[in-house]
């Protein structure tokens, strides 16, 4: 692998550049930062002998960010795609011995090297097509040791890519096989023991629990989420991906950066949401893999104005997604999402999703240059096409980490 230390600088000026609605744009790039935006016709006399980089015409959007993700696993579950398309349910195929604890075999199985080759070269795929920062759940471990692993590879592949990497522990994601039928003891396990041992490591960014039938209880929850607000972490839930089991409302009393999947959430979890300032991350891929007919309350969703993310879900059992652009189109032909909202769910939205608003998802003077450069006409064609990598050009942490000059 390349380092992306050694990877070309993007300081100079970047002209030829269209904004998502069409108007020509200049961007100034110093010592990894962006400097400057504004019209080609109002480029500060500063800039006047820099180094150009000509767009071609290109449009220009900020880095992408994929703000939902489970990438770093052992194995793969391609049998169980099987399963459910010979008509188990995702419910049968987990208390068939499958699901979550089927990989955690795996991933306990599996050296941190072999983990981080693995879900390095699964990254190089949705850093290629324009990801600057991506979130990076643990939960395939389990036990202290193997989500330590885990952890500490998403810290080594934002070293080794360059990229903004934020990690969230999952520790309740599933319960263990060592631990069945005493749930309890397992949490008590993830709050007194797991979260506070990796928190202090510096190896967690927030916290999330899958709150669901299947897996851990309301009560559970909230035992969880204490435990991260005693240790200053902001939480996060997979919530109302299954049944409504008020979740939402949960996470958002805790002041929960997002809730992820919703297809089952309630007005009240809605309600609930808007008044925290949580964000509803829409998981398509999931939806589609899992052949689901019950569709998040988008029309609702948008109605009260809780900002909508859209990630990949990238995970091995129910969303073997490598492309946040698929996922885009997703959102617009499942969910019915606008191309304008899409897009600002791989951006904006998405860099709320994970606390980054400040530093990704929008074109920040001042902060890390992180944007790309589109080979189209317009800004519908991001969504339009699929399978095709539109790319010219990425520019991450200051870098030109693909197209010209990588």
């Not at 970047?14 to 110093?30: C, E, F, H, N, S």
């Not at 009240?268 to 829409?282: D, H, N, Q, R, S």
């Not at 999402?337 to 001042?366: S, Y």
Request: proline share 5%; hydrophobic share 45%.
């Amino acid at each position: 692998m390349t380092p992306f230390a050694s990877r070309p600088s993007a300081d100079g000026l970047w002209t030829g550049l269209r904004d998502a609605g069409g108007a020509p744009l200049a961007l100034a790039v110093a010592d990894g930062l962006l400097r400057w935006a504004g019209a080609p016709g109002a480029v500060p006399a500063a800039w006047a002998g820099a180094r150009v980089h000509d767009g071609g015409g290109a449009l220009v959007t900020p880095g992408l960010v994929d703000c939902h993700t489970h990438l770093v696993y052992g194995g793969q579950r391609a049998n169980e795609f099987a399963m459910r398309l010979a008509g188990a349910s995702y419910e049968e195929v987990a208390r068939a011995g499958g699901g979550i604890v089927a990989s955690v075999r795996a991933t306990r199985e599996a050296s941190e090297d072999e983990l981080f080759a693995a879900a390095s070269s699964r990254l190089a795929n949705l850093l290629a097509e324009g990801v600057c920062a991506i979130e990076i759940k643990s939960g395939y471990g389990l036990a202290l040791a193997h989500e330590r692993k885990q952890l500490r590879v998403a810290r080594r592949l934002a070293e080794a890519h360059g990229v903004t990497v934020r990690t969230t522990f999952l520790g309740a994601h599933a319960l263990p096989p060592e631990y069945a039928g005493r749930s309890q003891a397992y949490v008590d396990l993830v709050c007194q023991e797991m979260l506070p041992t990796l928190a202090a490591e510096g190896l967690v960014d927030a916290v999330d629990v899958f709150c669901e039938r299947i897996a851990f209880s309301l009560h559970e929850t909230e035992q969880v989420f204490r435990a991260a607000q005693t240790l200053g972490l902001p939480v996060k839930l997979h919530a109302e991906q299954l049944s409504d089991m008020g979740g939402a409302a949960l996470a958002a009393r805790y002041g929960a950066l997002s809730c992820d999947h919703i297809e089952h959430l309630s007005q009240a979890g809605i309600e609930a949401m808007k008044a925290a300032g949580t964000v509803a991350v829409l998981l398509p891929g999931a939806y589609y893999t899992l052949r689901d007919t019950q569709l998040p309350p988008i029309a609702a969703l948008r109605e009260a104005g809780v900002p909508l993310a859209v990630s990949t879900d990238h995970n091995p059992g129910t969303s073997p997604a490598l492309s946040l652009l698929l996922m885009v189109n997703m959102a617009c032909t499942l969910f019915r999402l606008t191309v304008p909202e899409a897009l600002d769910g791989v951006t904006r939205h998405a860099a709320r999703a994970l606390g980054l608003q400040g530093t990704h998802g929008a074109l920040i003077v001042g902060q890390p240059a992180n944007f790309v450069l589109w080979d189209v006409r317009e800004a519908a064609e991001l969504a339009y096409w699929f399978g095709q990598r539109p790319v010219r050009t990425v520019v991450r942490q200051g870098r030109i980490a693909e197209g010209e000059g990588a």
